[in-house]
């Protein structure tokens, strides 16, 4: 099976269905826009172009291995759960620039929904949605593109428009897009949105009606290992959001299982089962999986973190910090410690365990002794102790704390985090040697699909996967002292940001700072 995945750089890999064996991929980058200050936008031709030349690579790639491209028997799609958009089905075209998940641009619609919700709760949806009230989630970001885009109006009033995630807009181009493309995403793309009922596994009348969303314009809701389609080139289709793929990939398919992916963002998963357990510490109830139409659905408690990954890039491109992504485990080992400087990356707000829009970035502890290394070891660190924080959320949530971290992702590769992780939680990190896990357990969702069949999803038939393990080298002490730093320095990122305004004497808006 292969996999096309989305992310910000669009990979495609192939995998052996027998060994988890990653054959070959190729990956190609995508550009992100930010036109104004807190949005996020990537152009959705751009991705499309980006599958296209990824697939086109690949079975290059795979016949100088002498292997034939018909020995694909399924394509698996994983994507960013929450970016969004709208295209039109008559044309083909997209009506807007996809809005990437950490868009900030509809806190003003967050903050108007939570003051009218009784008791101004911001988690006033969560029974049905598993989420609370915020930017991340797919349907303010729809509700936005209603209210501003008249493209998109006069397409809903003449039946032209379609919504979807990315998984969605990949899915419908390659099955023929206006010529019969199939309209659809899977539960866990679609547990994403704040439209979706968790416990009955459809779209939700009253959440679309809370957020006057049309439901004929959401795609039809399927699991997550079925046949959606077949491309023109007759491979097969299926689908899981990328935090989902990775919980399959790192095989997490019993109660109690966690993994976290370390990308642009974090995101920390537990599988809870087939029954949803709602946090009562700032985490998510999302939907893991489901595999097959007429298997159960698992569920999973999940922390996210906006800004991972992305702190390495904004001191490279905003910063000129590093000149490359791998300088920053460079520099951070030569500083050796932060010296007491502190990290708080809330460029997008907070995300869990706080789920507070109002926060912004901070560093402090600044002393003239503070050098650029300084500065690359505390964005590690804070990469660690956000971690930490939903760590030990999810650990109160369960009554079972886990003894060890699976992780996976690009930034796994930094040796010098992995082992900060390891002395920020006190506890063993266990990494894959292969840490592409989204897109094997994509691949593995396509393969299990009724009517593919070729990759087994029972337990003890699973293929083994090589791993390295890091221990703590540090006491607890000295990791709480340093843990409640970072807790004193979060407090100091809090409520920074209003959407209230005034005018400049020139008659330009300003955001009050309070």
């Known amino acids: 099976p292969a996999d096309s995945g989305e992310g910000r750089g669009h990979p495609r890999q192939v995998f052996n269905a027998k060994t988890a064996e990653l054959i070959c991929h190729h990956q190609v980058e995508i550009n992100q826009s930010f036109p104004k200050e807190g949005w996020v936008e990537e152009d959705p031709r751009e991705i499309m172009q980006s599958v296209y030349e990824c697939m086109e690579r690949t079975c290059e790639k795979l016949c100088q291995l002498n292997i034939s491209v018909s020995n694909i028997k ?5 994507n960013q759960r929450e970016t969004t958009l709208v295209w039109d089905k008559e044309t083909g075209e997209p009506l807007y620039n996809a809005i990437v998940w950490l868009d900030l641009r509809t806190q003003s619609t967050v903050e108007r929904l939570i003051n009218k919700a009784p008791g101004r709760n911001k988690n006033h949806l969560k029974h049905k949605t598993g989420l ?3 930017t991340y989630f797919s349907a303010v970001k729809l509700r936005w593109l209603l209210d501003n885009v008249d493209e998109i109006q006069e397409a809903m009033l003449d039946g032209r428009a379609m919504f979807g995630t990315v998984d969605s807009w990949i899915i419908w181009c390659l099955t023929g897009g206006r010529n019969g493309g199939v309209h659809c995403t899977d539960v866990s793309n679609a547990s ?12 939700d009348p009253e959440l679309c009606r809370y957020f006057d969303v049309p439901m004929e314009i959401l795609p039809k809701v399927r699991s997550s290992s079925e046949i959606y389609g077949c491309m023109v080139s007759a491979d097969k289709l299926a689908c899981l959001g990328d935090q989902s793929a990775a919980l399959v990939g790192q095989m997490c398919f019993k109660e109690g299982q966690a993994k976290n992916t370390y990308g642009t963002g974090c995101f920390l998963l537990r599988n809870t089962g087939t029954k949803p357990v709602m946090s009562e510490h700032g985490l998510l109830t999302t939907v893991a999986y489901k595999m097959g139409k007429d298997e159960p659905a698992c569920y999973a408690l999940e922390g996210s ?10 001191l490279k491109d905003n910063m000129g910090i590093v000149q490359s992504s791998s300088e ?8 050796g410690s ?8 809330a460029f997008s707000g907070l995300y869990a365990p706080y789920w507070e829009p109002s926060a912004r970035g901070i560093i402090c502890g600044l002393t003239q002794f503070t050098n650029r290394n300084h500065l690359a070891f505390a964005a590690l660190e804070a990469v660690c102790f956000q971690t930490r924080e939903i760590l030990d959320a999810m650990n109160q949530d369960s009554g079972v704390p886990l003894t060890q971290l699976q992780v996976d992702g690009g930034m796994t590769s930094n040796r010098l985090l992995m082992q900060l992780q ?3 939680l006190c506890m063993p990190v266990v990494r894959p040697t292969m840490s592409e896990t989204t897109a094997l357990g994509a691949a593995m969702a396509a393969g299990a699909a009724e009517g593919v069949q070729v990759w087994t999803l029972s337990p003890d038939q ?4 090589t791993s390295e393990k890091y221990e703590p080298q540090i006491n607890s002490d000295e990791s709480e002292f340093r843990f409640g730093r970072w807790k004193k320095a979060v407090q100091k990122a809090m409520n920074w940001e209003t959407t209230e305004s005034c005018c400049n004497g020139n008659g330009t808006q300003l955001s009050i700072n309070l």
């Open 192 to 203: 994403r949105t704040m439209l979706f009922n968790i416990h009955s596994m459809d779209w």
């Open 132 to 134: 609370p009230i915020s």
């Open 422 to 424: 390891a002395d920020i």
């Open 338 to 345: 932060s010296y007491g400087c502190y990290f708080v990356p």
């Open 305 to 314: 973190v906006a800004i991972a990954g992305a702190v390495v890039r904004w």
């Open 328 to 335: 920053i485990e460079k520099l951070a080992a030569a500083a």
């Open 74 to 78: 399924a394509v698996g799609v994983t």
């Open 462 to 465: 699973l293929p083994h996967v």
